[in-house]
């Protein structure tokens, strides 16, 4: 074939690599005063291109060239249609293309040529070739379009199936919150059916609390009226009891009874004096031991009595509150120091006597005690004993 013939038949971009984004040169020359070339060009490009947009350049003359190159740039894009677009120019100027241009004469002036833009038009020197770099465009083969349009295709395929996945999820999720929904309004219409069956339960249940409720308050009062009269009754028993412990106490008081007996009347709250007299014996044996002993008795029994000074801690034992003496005390911790333990604990003792049975007046007070045993008699003891001196007596 020859070159006019592979230009005719548009063979003159066989095998080479087209600018991408698809682009059609239109172009012819003129003299310097024609002024109508660019507007020739336009008008081709209107009529078998309508609404693509163009690109209007020139080139001035040179040494070799006397007339003036106007071209005409088509943009079809980057889409398939536009490659037909840019083909198809070809057929419209059969024998009058990028080949034939370039061999064009004196004669050819005022000719319009057509092709699609193709590499060499791309790395040309010219202001098309300038152009078309300055754009950003490339030389690409139509294999390679539909390579990188093929990879785009299943990216996007792959796109669209996540996002089906993702509407998939999210429908299925939708799905299970919708049937949540459903189960806990049948279940909330299940508990209002049972609480409307369990209206008329609860009610015949409100007037038996209510009755029920009445018969306790009144049986409240009851249990109250007998609980403040046996309190009343055991407030008498106790002060009878007390009178009749006094009058016991004098009449002990006025037997002869020895030192060593076993029951016998003890002064609650006052100092035992035993301890306090072999303490100083032994602290002061040659200097009066019984006169410091006498007098650190009787100072001890004036501390006793004084009011302001509390040496107690309240611990809770078995739900109530108890008094204990607390043995950081500093005067206690002196008394220990100084004279040991036998006396501290003989004014401990003391202390917890007056705090029982006389807390306010702090005053030694007199009470049956069983001597052998160590803790306060009973009334019945008390009596057997009466009973069993007076028959000794007799």
Same mark, same amino acid.
């Given at each position: ?18 600018? #991408? ?35 209007? =350049? ?14 005409? =740039?088509?943009?079809?894009?980057? &889409? ?11 057929? %419209? ?7 034939? #241009? ?31 770099? $300055? ?5 690409? &083969?139509?294999?390679?379009?539909? /390579? ?10 792959? $796109? ?12 299925? /999720?939708? =799905? $299970? ?24 339960? %609860? @009610? ?59 029951? @016998? ?41 004084? /009011? ?27 008394? #220990?120091?100084? %004279? ?17 049975? &006389? ?25 057997? %004993? ?6 000794? &007596?007799?």
């Amino acid at each position: 074939m020859s070159a006019d013939e592979a230009d005719a038949a548009g063979a003159d971009d066989a095998g080479e690599l087209l600018v #991408w984004p698809w682009t059609g040169i239109l172009s012819t020359t003129a003299a310097d005063e024609d002024a109508d070339a660019a507007a020739t060009l336009a008008f081709h490009a209107h009529r078998r291109f309508a609404g693509v947009a163009t690109t209007a =350049l020139r080139e001035e003359p040179t040494t070799h060239q006397h007339r003036q190159q106007h071209f005409l =740039l088509l943009h079809f894009g980057k &889409s398939w249609a536009g490659l037909r677009d840019a083909m198809s120019l070809a057929a %419209y100027f059969t024998g009058a293309g990028r080949r034939r #241009w370039q061999r064009r004469g004196e004669g050819d002036a005022g000719c319009v040529f057509g092709w699609a833009a193709v590499r060499e038009d791309l790395i040309g020197d010219g202001a098309v070739g300038r152009f078309l770099r $300055e754009s950003g465009t490339a030389a690409r &083969s139509v294999e390679d379009i539909e /390579k990188d349009e093929a990879s785009a295709a299943v990216m996007l395929g792959a $796109e669209e199936m996540e996002a089906i996945n993702a509407k998939v999820i999210q429908l299925e /999720k939708q =799905l $299970e919150q919708k049937e949540a929904q459903e189960s806990a309004i049948c279940l909330l219409n299940t508990k209002l059916q049972a609480e409307e069956n369990l209206k008329e339960a %609860y @009610g015949h249940l409100h007037r038996l609390v209510t009755i029920s409720k009445e018969c306790l308050e009144q049986e409240r009062e009851r249990f109250q009226n007998v609980y403040i009269d046996l309190a009343q009754r055991d407030q008498l028993n106790r002060d009878e009891l007390q009178e009749t412990r006094q009058e016991v106490i004098k009449c002990l008081e006025s037997m002869m009874i020895s030192d060593f007996t076993v029951i @016998g009347i003890k002064r609650m709250g006052q100092l035992d004096e035993k301890p306090f007299h072999h303490a100083c014996k032994r602290k002061y044996s040659d200097n009066d031991p019984d006169g410091k002993a006498a007098r650190l008795v009787s100072s001890w029994q004036e501390e006793l009595k004084n /009011k302001s000074w509390n040496p107690f801690t309240t611990f809770l034992v078995d739900g109530e509150e108890k008094d204990v003496v607390n043995e950081d005390d500093p005067k206690l911790r002196q008394l #220990w120091t100084e %004279y040991g333990d036998n006396v501290c604990n003989a004014v401990k003792v003391t202390l917890t006597e007056l705090n029982d049975y &006389s807390p306010r007046g702090r005053h030694a007070v007199n009470e049956l005690w069983n001597f052998r045993e160590g803790r306060k008699a009973t009334m019945a003891e008390v009596v057997k %004993y009466i009973f069993e001196q007076l028959k000794t &007596s007799s």
